[in-house]
């Protein structure tokens, strides 16, 4: 069973930074790829941010590149989003999830999910 747990969420204010981190496994980590989505009330979850099997390659959605970081600490198994510049927009549920389809931006192909964390931009 993979387990996939979330933190660093809160409140910011427009302009501010918020990182969240994503634990898994040593396997999960190394062998799969961990992407970040985001949704809001009435809205599909939305793709974020992937950071593809360990490392190899990471992607991004034209909304959040150039503001958002995405990255890994092999030693500790865990995915960061380092999110900068943060707009109201941003506003969102987070959740890290893992899947091992090539077919990244799509959340019904991600078998594992975290339990969300809650990002506020608000001033």
């Known amino acids: 069973q993979v387990q996939l747990v979330e933190s660093g969420g809160g409140l910011v204010q427009p302009g501010g930074s918020l990182r969240l981190s994503c634990a898994a496994s040593e396997r999960t980590f190394s062998s799969q790829t961990i992407s970040w989505f985001r949704q809001t009330p009435g809205k599909e979850r939305e793709f974020a941010a992937a950071?593809?099997?360990?490392?190899?390659?990471?992607l991004y959605a034209d909304s959040v590149k150039d503001r958002f970081t995405i990255s890994g600490d092999n030693a500790k198994s865990t995915v960061y989003l380092q999110m900068n510049n943060l707009k109201p927009e941003d506003t969102a549920v987070y959740y890290c999830a893992a899947t091992d389809s090539r077919n990244y931006y799509y959340s019904t192909y991600y078998n594992y999910w975290g339990q969300g964390t809650q990002v506020t931009v608000s001033s």
């Open positions: 950071f593809i099997r360990g490392g190899k390659m990471t």
